[in-house]
């Protein structure tokens, strides 16, 4: 079996050191970084990736809190042409030994306490867990699914496809009246 390579904006924690980090702390991915993470997501470019963060322990779990912050461009969903997005986005993780997540492991059955913002859960395998994918990842998640240039909607019409608005008046409850209305002139 071979190992998996590391993550483009690997940030590693080991549990040990989480009392000898001063928080906040800050991260930031290099060039390099954001080069790899812009291939492996799809965008056009990832011009800045950074977050401060703070870490709180309870014996094995471990809470990541922050804010990401980046600046990258994705393809238009219609004319491919590259579209500005600026992230500002607040996280909080939750890092969860594998071993309390499997079936049967004590504790596994009940819940796991989320606070009121709620939190992405993370398993993690030893004493590390990597800050910097889970960041990443939820750069991944916060981004605008379908990126529209200005010139989208009328790339979109002349290929033939409905707006919204258009569709909702050829399928709508009145769409066979209107039909009528035009016929019988």
């Known amino acids: 079996m071979t190992d998996a390579p590391p993550p483009e904006f690997s940030r590693v924690v080991r549990l040990d050191e989480i009392g000898r980090i001063q928080f906040p702390a800050h991260l930031s991915a290099t060039a390099e970084e954001r080069a790899a993470l812009a291939a492996r997501f799809g ?95 939820t750069l991944a998640l916060c981004v605008n699914p379908y990126p529209r240039s200005a010139e989208a909607d009328a790339t979109l019409r002349q290929a033939g496809v409905l707006s919204e608005e258009d569709a909702a008046e050829q399928s709508g409850p009145f769409a066979a009246l209107a039909a009528l209305r035009t016929k019988g002139g």
């Open 43 to 137: 965008f056009a470019a990832l011009e800045l990736l950074e977050g401060d963060y703070s870490l709180v322990r309870d014996g094995g779990t471990v809470l990541l809190t922050g804010t990401l912050r980046a600046a990258l461009s994705q393809p238009c969903i219609a004319t491919a042409e590259p579209v500005a997005e600026e992230v500002r986005e607040d996280f909080a993780i939750r890092f969860v030994p594998e071993a309390d997540l499997e079936p049967g492991a004590p504790g596994a059955e009940a819940e796991i306490e989320i606070d009121a913002e709620g939190a992405d859960i993370v398993a993690y395998a030893g004493e590390r867990f990597d800050i910097g994918e889970a960041i990443a990842e």
